[in-house]
């Protein structure tokens, strides 16, 4: 069974034709990055208007690729929730015509979810139950995957997400957007015990995260050094949020792996790209006897071949809308 899906719920305009869940045809990605890195991040409004100009080209392109037509393909998936609504709308609606003109269902994807089943696409053998740890700009949190589409939430950040936390702290250190890659990369160079910064802890939720604290500590000590005219050790101010960002991720997920008996553990979402995440947890797994699977980089980051692969059991689920689906800012992987 081939899917066709599309992503927009960002800054990336994607489309891709994946087969059984698990087998990729095509994948296309186009960027606006070079657009947003003016503004050190990404302005809603713009991405909206530049999916508008990309969707056409990008849907083509991907159905060039597979070598098919969207006549030939058993069903349109659809990043329908969570994103910015006006780039989620684009996409939306762009299935919603395709559905309608080709007369095939239309699966509509939670972006979540979608994180998730990239890792169905690099490990062919992965099947739930598994607990995954899902870690982006947005999002942080772990969930108990019982089946492709039973979900239950296990932990999450009250507050910002662990990729925010490396955003904006790349974003005072003078670092081009999108700054978690230029972190990491400059993370490599420095001493990641030069700065220490507090633990945030959830009273009474032991696997809930919180880096609003952890965001604010870093940025007051990068003004107070700048203030007094401190040169800032800026590879040593890398390596050393990264520890601790991972070593917060890394904690929480093990106890919860622990608490709830899970021996297979998964990492998706962009952070999951993150060098020293996949070190940690592969270490930390072997020594625990523990299996670990993540993505391959190339779909880490926003990609319609992650929502075909999920949208392939959705659709198995019998998840599928008609005309009067509409996008959704928010929503729980839960549904």
Do not use: W
């Not at 962009?270 to 020293?276: C, D, I, P, T």
Request: aromatic share 6%.
């Amino acid at each position: 069974m081939t899917i066709f899906a599309i992503e927009s719920s960002c800054d990336d305009t994607a489309a891709a034709v994946v087969e059984d869940g698990r087998k990729v045809l095509s994948s296309v990605v186009a960027s606006q990055v070079f657009r947003h890195v003016e503004f050190g991040g990404v302005v809603p409004e713009i991405a909206g208007r530049m999916h508008c100009e990309a969707i056409s080209g990008v849907v083509k392109e991907a159905l060039a690729q597979a070598r098919t037509d969207i006549r030939d393909v058993d069903a349109v998936a659809v990043t329908a929730y969570p994103g910015l609504i006006g780039s989620l709308l684009v996409g939306v609606n762009f299935a919603k015509g395709l559905a309608l003109t080709a007369g095939k269902p239309l699966i509509p994807v939670h972006h979540l979810r979608g994180h998730i089943a990239a890792n169905y696409i690099s490990h062919p053998e992965l099947e739930p139950p598994f607990l995954c740890l899902v870690v982006s700009g947005g999002h942080s949190h772990i969930v108990e995957v019982n089946d492709y589409t039973s979900m239950r939430i296990i932990g999450r950040t009250r507050d910002d997400a662990a990729g925010e936390a490396f955003d904006k702290t790349a974003r005072t250190m003078g670092l081009p957007y999108p700054g978690g890659v230029h972190m990491d990369k400059l993370a490599e160079g420095g001493n990641p015990d030069a700065f220490s910064f507090p633990v945030p802890k959830v009273s009474g939720s032991p696997y809930d995260f919180s880096f609003s604290g952890l965001k604010t500590a870093v940025i007051n000590t990068i003004h107070n050094m700048q203030q007094k005219g401190l040169a800032l050790p800026r590879e040593d101010m890398a390596a050393s949020v990264r520890q601790s960002v991972v070593n917060i991720l890394t904690d929480r997920f093990l106890l919860a792996a622990n608490d709830f008996g899970h021996k297979k553990l998964v990492l998706a979402g962009g952070v999951s790209a993150n060098s020293l995440l996949r070190r940690r947890m592969s270490e930390l797994c072997a020594d625990r006897g523990l299996a670990l699977y993540y993505p391959d980089l190339s779909l880490c980051g926003d990609n319609a071949a992650m929502i075909g692969a999920q949208g392939y059991f959705e659709f198995l689920k019998g998840n599928t809308a008609d005309m009067s689906l509409n996008a959704r800012a928010e929503r729980s992987i839960e549904l």
